[in-house]
């Protein structure tokens, strides 16, 4: 055995050698240890074949990284155009080889896209922006190119969708079950650039495309879409300026979820989303009850949303229930937010009636009450929400007062059933204390009478300093608004993520100003409203509609206190 094993020791060797070079391929991800931490974002080091070859007749790829990178990250960022579906992958060390079984179609340019989701192996920084190798199997390269920037807070790896026209009918093309003709991804700063692309007619679609499938999905991917589709010819090769921003749609008709009586006079509905506050009004008359038995209705006298700032349950007071009863309650007219109507099939449910007597007093649920507020605008008004429709007399047991003593005049309006707003007829002193005072044992049920026995809440807050604000005024001078639609302007203040976007409408000749402006950077939004909403609308990718109009200021502005800002310009980029 020994001789044996001797005579075939060079064999031996030889085979040991190579199953190190095997050994050390397959291990060729691991990364030196030690040194400085890496920040480096990968590169593209080398491609085959090169970058526009024309009469490229290989069915094979190879990308060469500047660093080791992981292989899933780039596997999962490998987009080409037109869609080729059956394609394999081979590593060695820092270059892959894309392997595309069934060929090219022939005289058809190409366009290889390799996503920002791709990160080096070692602390996974990511490729600072799409990578594009464009090359054809006949002998011309397309040479039409859109460019663009998604706005958005996390603008990076969005992807952008891009769809011929010109072979299709537009009202038929729908991305959530068809994939793109073109493909690209915004780097760090939201900036895209599709390239090579035959000349044509395209619709383009910004989408956080979360399931990396290639297709928008309703309700999970945020979209957006371009106010117009863009137009590439032989004569103007470039579509430049595409601006979207996104938003998560909302797709889904409201659902009524449960039906409870509380009590012998109220009955509590709750929905599977926010219901639509602007038709407070009217919500009686969209509520129908009637006994299961003998068909007769029950009144409904009020109805109210009982948070307006969740808007998720809904308090019907009826006229008296009868104890076990079977009651369906129906629900019309109720709409979420997203102006959906509620769904048909999910609109009536069945409950028992309650001979529980209606004793509960009115709690307050919501509202501008909270202590030692600070900060509260010379201008506010103060908003109070109760758990139950009241009586008129809830006029006249709200004051607000200077410091503890002087009475501020004020008027009290009632925007709901169950809702009091509170206003100051005159602006408030500037660095002055202020106190409100509700006496609960007045704010009576409407249905029972009932209060909160010797109660009284006094809340007290400070207005603001106007010495630690500024403002900013200027014009927007930009084609891309519409002339008959308003014009709203929103101060971002990037320096502060929890401030409130302050808005401002603009006059007819594009100026605007924004008054007591906290310090701060400031990006400058400017839309055209042309559904009368007061939100930028972002588009709908099918049924189609194109995004309102709107352009984005080219720099932040500095805002310091007592330090106004004139003559910013918000313009096209």
């Known amino acids: ?62 990308i060469e990284f500047s660093e080791y990178v992981d292989r899933s990250s780039v596997e999962k960022a490998v987009f080409i155009s037109p869609f080729v579906s059956d394609i394999e992958y081979a590593w060695s060390g820092r270059e892959v080889e894309i392997i595309i079984h069934g060929g090219l179609k022939a005289n058809t340019t190409y366009v290889l896209t390799l996503g920002t989701d791709v990160v080096d192996y070692n602390n996974h920084n990511r490729l600072a922006a799409a990578f594009t190798l464009a090359f054809s199997t006949g002998n011309v390269i397309d040479r039409g190119a859109i460019e663009g920037h998604v706005y ?19 009202d038929t093309l729908n991305p959530a079950v068809t994939k793109p003709d073109y493909i690209t991804q915004t780097g760090a700063s939201g900036t895209f650039a599709l390239s090579h692309l035959a000349f044509g007619t395209y619709r383009v679609f910004a989408v956080r495309d979360e399931y ?21 010819s032989e004569r103007d090769t470039l579509s430049s300026g595409a601006a979207f921003t996104l938003a998560l749609e909302d797709t889904s008709a ?97 409950f028992r009636g309650s001979d529980r007597p209606d004793t509960l007093a009115p709690v307050l649920i919501a509202g501008s009450m909270r202590d030692t507020l600070s900060h509260i605008e010379l201008d506010d008004h103060f908003r ?13 047991v709200f004051s607000i007062r200077l410091g503890d003593s002087l009475d501020v005049p004020g008027t009290i309006a009632r925007p709901t059933i169950s809702g009091v707003v509170l206003t100051p007829n005159a602006p408030l002193l500037p660095k ?23 109660s009284v809440r006094t809340v007290r807050y400070t207005t603001i300093d106007p010495e630690n604000f500024s403002s900013l005024e200027g014009r927007i001078d930009s084609p891309v608004l519409s002339d008959t639609a308003v014009t709203i302007v929103e101060a971002f203040n990037t320096a ?12 007819k000749d ?30 709908r990718p099918f049924p189609f509609r194109y995004s309102e109009p709107f352009v984005v200021g080219r720099d932040t502005v500095k805002v310091r206190a007592r330090w106004p800002v004139e003559g910013v310009v918000i313009n096209s980029r």
Request: proline residues 6%; neutral net charge.
């Open 212 to 232: 990396r499938d290639l297709v928008y999905t309703p309700e999970v991917d945020a979209v957006g879409t371009l106010t117009k589709d863009l137009v590439v």
């Open 510 to 539: 594009r100026t605007f100003s924004f008054q007591r402006l906290a310090e701060g950077m400031y990006r400058l939004r400017a839309f055209s409203d042309m559904n009368n909403n007061g939100v930028l609308d972002a588009g």
């Open 1 to 62: 055995m020994t001789d044996f094993i001797k005579d075939r020791l060079p064999a031996f060797s030889c085979a040991i050698v190579c199953l190190l070079f095997l050994l050390a391929g397959c291990a060729g991800q691991q990364a030196p240890e030690g040194g400085p931490v890496d920040t480096v974002p990968p590169e593209i080091a080398s491609v085959y074949p090169a970058p526009n070859t024309v009469n490229f007749k290989d069915s094979r790829i190879a």
């Open 432 to 454: 002055s204390r202020y106190s409100i005072t509700i006496r609960y044992d007045s704010v009576r049920s409407l249905t029972s009478g009932s209060a909160l026995k010797d």
């Open 496 to 507: 502060d993520k929890t401030a409130v976007v302050r808005r401002s409408v603009a006059t």
């Open 384 to 396: 109070f929400d109760f758990s139950d429709a009241l009586k008129p007399s809830v006029l006249h």
């Open 254 to 350: 409201p659902r009524l979820l449960s039906a409870e009586a509380r009590d012998v006079r109220h009955v509590i509905l709750k929905f599977s989303e926010a219901i639509d506050t602007s038709m407070a009004p009217g919500l009686s008359r969209a509520i129908s009850i009637t006994d299961t038995l003998s068909g007769r209705a029950l009144d409904v006298t009020e109805a109210f949303i009982e948070n307006p700032q969740t808007a998720l349950s809904m308090t019907v007071c009826t006229k008296e229930q009868i104890r076990d009863a079977g009651y369906r309650v129906s629900v019309t007219a109720v709409r979420d937010r997203a102006l959906h109507p509620i769904a048909p099939s999910a609109s009536s449910l069945v």
């Open 152 to 170: 958005d807070d996390k603008p990076e790896g969005v992807m952008i969708f891009a769809y011929r026209l010109n072979d299709i009918r537009p």
